[in-house]
């Protein structure tokens, strides 16, 4: 065997190995991105009301309707809407303080109206905003405010 043919055989060799480690580092890389991302939360029939159907038959309209839709849509002086941006949602307590007791809890991106804050900001009293009138206390700094 000749020279030019071993150098031939051992340039192959190690672009064989470099390809096989390339391929291999690259799905290690793919398969390690599609395992850190976070699933989303899944939504269960229990968690949203029940839409009921109104039914067809003719019923008078009450004139004041317009009016308390109005004040549906204003809040309080201090308070706000803000959504929940913490991805696996938040825990609805009674009082402000990890030890007092779960009284629910608020999905990920659901609506919610800030009713008060506690004096170190640790603290958000709030209103679950889908109709429930839900009101407790979450952790501060897992709501985004919008206006």
Do not use: C, H
């Amino acid at each position: 065997m000749n020279l030019y043919g071993f150098f031939k055989f051992l340039v192959g060799f190690i672009l064989a190995i470099l390809l096989l480690a390339g391929a291999s580092a690259a799905a290690v890389l793919y398969f390690a991105a599609k395992l850190t991302r976070m699933p989303e939360k899944p939504i269960f029939q229990n968690e949203k009301p029940v839409v009921q159907k109104v039914s067809t038959s003719p019923q008078p309209t009450v004139a004041t309707s317009s009016t308390k839709s109005a004040n549906e849509n204003e809040l309080a002086p201090g308070t706000y809407r803000a959504i929940v941006v913490e991805p696996i949602g938040l825990i609805l307590r009674d009082t402000p303080s990890r030890n007092s007791n779960r009284i629910g809890g608020i999905s990920y991106r659901e609506e919610v109206i800030v009713l008060e804050e506690s004096s170190d900001k640790r603290w958000q009293k709030v209103r679950v905003d889908d109709g429930s009138d839900r009101i407790g206390w979450v952790s501060g700094g897992n709501t985004e405010r919008l206006d």
